[in-house]
């Protein structure tokens, strides 16, 4: 049932008191250590025995009834990789876990070699520009750390400099004592970079996970990006890039109030689509980018890659609440699909965690799993489709005229279009050629480089 948000954030640009936190330096990270979960978790979570690939959804990825309207969750699935050295490469040897080299490939942010394979694939991007600002809720102490060393395993540049923490209510926020929006934000800086290695990334922390708090998060992210500033903008400011905002919660009768939010010049807004049937909100929104789910499907012997897939956990679906924007009723092959509503995703990437990501996080996560985890959830969609937009240096003046060209026919045969698998309650929606309620228009595809 759809409820009445409590509260609406005045349509204003300046937020006072917002405190700039210098990136921290990586240094004298403490030895990786692999644990075992505790009997507490273990009562509350299944086994993990030796080898095993358990997929885990923590807390912050849980959705409430009593939040609707209300609060966010997070997207983010992950699994343990338990009984593996630290020594070995990449971040270990033979597993086909997407790093940011292989999904570089296969997106063709970087010339391809056949098979994209994790293990032999170290090809990684060297572009982006301007700036990419993350939006999460909490604080995490280890981020900038945790970015340094992420880049440093995969050969990524990194910049002290291109890295700043911003509080967004003026002070530093409390951390969430299970560490699944810390993992979050890992997750968000490392993607985004890795995808965008040169451009500057703002992570904006909110104070909390309440709507009230990430919505005015999200206006001191667009002023970050449109002009470096956390306050009002000057009149034609020139910055451009891209906002990611990995989280959301169901609809609600009057989250197109909240449409505004997403509407500053210069800044492409991009939100992930859920990690179960149906639609969540901000990624409805018709000002935002909907980062839908795939599986990277790959040889199990030799890692190489075969296709991609629909993931069928991926979010998706029609609108309840928001009217079909111009940019879907001009294309008559995805009006016809939706009814007069809204209909997402627009686009997919990776986020399957059995395919998932090796993500460096040293906040512990579910009371002491610390190190390298495997990830998935849509979370990991919309930030690697930010870097991916920043990267290509074509910078669009708004998300409508990002999605207008998206929609537009000229954009046919610029996607891995994804004609194989299923979504939705009961598997009931199915990939198809074309814009589909699974994967959208497919994933990117930079192939002609």
């Known amino acids: 049932m759809l409820e009445r948000l409590p509260w609406i954030v005045p349509a204003s640009n300046s937020f006072r008191g917002i405190r700039f936190v210098p990136a921290l330096k990586a240094a004298g990270l403490a030895a990786f250590l692999l644990t075992t979960i505790s009997t507490a978790q273990a009562q509350q979570a299944p086994t993990r025995t030796a080898g ?42 033979g597993f086909a876990f997407e790093t940011p080299a292989s999904l570089a490939c296969i997106y063709g942010v970087v010339r391809p070699i056949p098979g994209c394979n994790p293990n032999s694939t170290t090809r990684t991007p060297s572009g982006g520009s301007q700036s990419i600002a993350i939006v999460d809720a909490f604080d995490d102490p280890n981020a900038a750390a945790d970015l340094a060393f992420f880049s440093s395993q995969f050969g990524l540049p990194f910049s002290s400099s291109k890295f700043q923490v911003v509080y967004a209510g003026g ?57 470096g500033q956390t306050t009002t903008c000057p009149a034609h400011s020139k910055g451009r890039g891209e906002v990611s905002m990995s989280w959301g919660g169901g609809e609600f009768t009057q989250e ?154 000229d954009s046919f045969g610029k996607f891995n279009d994804i004609t194989y698998g299923a979504c939705g309650n009961y598997s009931g929606t199915f990939s198809s050629f074309g814009w589909d309620l699974c994967t959208g228009f497919g994933s990117p595809s930079f192939n002609d480089r």
């Open 52 to 93: 095993a690939r358990t997929v885990v959804i923590p807390a912050s990825s849980h959705a409430n009834a009593s939040d609707l309207g209300l609060r966010a969750h997070t997207n983010v699935r992950f699994i343990i990789p338990e009984n593996l050295s630290p020594d070995e490469a990449p971040p270990f040897a």
């Open 256 to 409: 197109t109030e909240l449409d505004a939010f997403f509407t500053t010049p210069g800044v492409v807004y991009f939100a992930s689509a859920g990690d179960s049937p149906g639609v969540i909100y901000p990624c409805a929104s018709p000002n935002v980018v909907c980062a839908g789910g795939t599986t990277t499907a790959r040889n199990e012997n030799t890692g190489n890659f075969i296709a991609e897939i629909a993931w069928s956990d991926a979010g998706g679906g029609i609108s309840q609440v928001e009217p079909i924007p111009s940019y879907q009723a001009g294309n008559r092959g995805v009006a016809r699909q939706l009814g007069g509503f809204r209909g997402v995703p627009d686009l997919s990437s990776d986020s399957n965690p059995t395919t998932g990501l090796w993500l460096w996080d040293t906040f512990p996560v579910d009371g002491d799993e610390t190190g390298w985890f495997i990830v998935g959830g849509t979370s990991a969609a919309s930030p690697t489709l930010a870097g991916i937009v920043n990267a290509s240096g074509q910078f669009a003046s708004s998300s409508v005229a990002e999605l207008s060209a998206l929609y537009s026919f």
């Open 171 to 227: 002070s530093q926020p409390p951390q969430d004592p299970t560490g699944g929006w810390e993992l979050e934000e890992s997750l968000d800086i490392e993607y985004s970079h890795a995808m965008a290695p040169n451009a500057t990334i703002y992570l904006v922390e909110a104070n909390s996970n309440f709507d009230s708090d990430l919505f005015p998060a999200v206006q001191v992210a667009s002023n970050l990006v449109a002009c």
